[in-house]
């Protein structure tokens, strides 16, 4: 009976054991998700813009004796959004496009400090846009660093700061979802990061971070059928906003690859004409400009890309996204001739 007791009281203290490592873990997992927000208190930015937008206004004396004409009415709006420094010596934000392209005065608030800002450029084909500010001292404001977001994988922590609703330092967690989401419509040029960490309006242009605090992306959109949070949330890759804000800073236009083709999407009835088998992955290309890189290249009309960089075509939207953000020059393309 002796023995009977012993061994039934064996798995409870080892059950016991296990529950504690695991609280262990869970408080050390937590105390890095403190340390990543605290850090993050000087680095991310609340963004309110003014701008003005034309209403046209009913004017009664005038509907009675000319029909319904209408009246332009210029009318002063606020918009806000959110942004994080990239820069903090030179005092650069990055946020999105759509905060702060028609903005006429900008305002920042990082860590309780308020801060005028300056419109340095934007790039609405990838919703980035680069913000200034100048009258700042050392220490009031703090750089994030960039993670190569082509190394984060599926299932990995991923944490949203930024100010929905306009409620500012808001912390949520979440993991990556899913990587290089295109077409959905958002931008020109997507190679979307989806994630399910909370992401409302208010979120656009806060940064998206690991577990080190390094940015992987910029919350941009997200998908929602109410215009809240539904579980999808889309972020601008690193390595794409780098790239573009490099090039914002120096005030050159953007410059983007190209191969001058025009390409379509591989539907049934293509795969049926060229007898091209479901488990191939590609683009068709319909036509080829003339002397153009592709052309030079020998690419010609129905040829198939399947690889494009080392990398698997998908669709369109991604193979556009790589081309355009491919360095001048590179000669990288696989394709067979159905």
């Known amino acids: 009976m002796k023995n009977l007791i012993k061994f039934m009281f064996l798995p409870l203290f080892l059950f016991v054991s296990a529950v504690s490592l695991n609280a262990a873990d869970m408080r050390d997992f937590e105390q890095e998700l403190i340390k990543v927000s605290e850090k993050a208190k000087k680095s991310v930015a609340s963004i309110k813009v003014e701008i003005t937008e034309q209403q046209r206004m009913r004017d009664p004396f ?24 990239i820069d903090d010596k030179e005092g650069f934000i990055v946020t999105n496009n759509h905060v702060v392209q028609k903005a006429e005065k900008i305002e920042v608030m990082i860590d309780g400090r308020t801060f005028s800002a300056k419109l340095i450029g934007t790039d609405p084909h990838t919703d980035v846009g680069l913000i200034k500010i100048e009258e700042f001292k050392k ?38 979802s899913a990587k290089g989401r295109s077409g959905m419509r958002v931008t020109d040029y997507e190679d979307f990061i989806q994630t399910d960490a909370a992401i409302n309006p208010g979120n656009s242009g806060g940064p998206l971070l690991n577990i ?4 992987i992306g910029m919350n941009t959109a997200i998908l929602s059928q109410s215009g809240g949070y539904m579980g999808i949330g889309l972020a601008v890759p ?3 906003v780098k790239d573009i804000t490099q090039q914002l800073k120096s005030g050159k236009k953007i410059q983007r690859a ?11 009835d293509i795969r049926s004409y060229f007898e091209i088998d479901k488990s191939v ?8 400009e003339a002397k153009s890189p592709a052309a030079k290249a020998e690419l010609q009309q129905y040829d198939l890309i399947t690889k494009f960089d080392g990398k698997e075509v998908e669709n369109v939207s991604q193979f556009r996204t790589a081309v355009a953000f491919s360095p001048y020059g590179k000669k990288d393309t696989a394709r067979n001739n159905p």
């Open 62 to 85: 005038f509907d009675f004796f000319f029909g319904n004409p209408m009246q332009p009415r210029s009318r002063k709006s606020q918009a806000q959004g959110s942004g994080f420094v």
């Open 139 to 176: 220490g009031e404001i703090q750089e994030l660093k960039f993670a190569d977001s082509d190394k984060i994988k599926v299932g990995s922590f991923a944490i949203a700061i930024g100010n929905p609703f306009g409620l500012s330092n808001s912390v949520t967690f979440g993991i990556v």
């Open 238 to 240: 690193a390595n794409m």
């Open 281 to 288: 992955n590609g683009i068709l290309v319909s036509s080829v």
């Open 258 to 268: 190209m191969m001058g083709i025009v390409i379509q999407e591989l539907n049934d």
């Open 212 to 215: 080190e605090g390094e940015v």
